[in-house]
């Protein structure tokens, strides 16, 4: 049922694809270095810290593992 209606959302959804352009144009202007110094700051200052609720902890980790995810995927797609 959910990939029915975000099949049906996609053409929708491609009209505002030109929005991401200058977001992606910005990180692609990045250092290469900054994505890694974003991880480790976000592990130290959000997983670390015992202050923030273990929802927040759970879900900030799973985001950097999704994001890990993708760049190993995005490197092996460039051999």
Known sequence: MYAETAYHLHPFLEYFE???YPFLGFIGTLPSWILMAYF???YLGVVRKKEWPHFFHFHVVMGMLLEIALQVIGQISRW
């Open 40 to 42: 480790f700051t976000a």
């Open 18 to 20: 030109h929005l991401t």
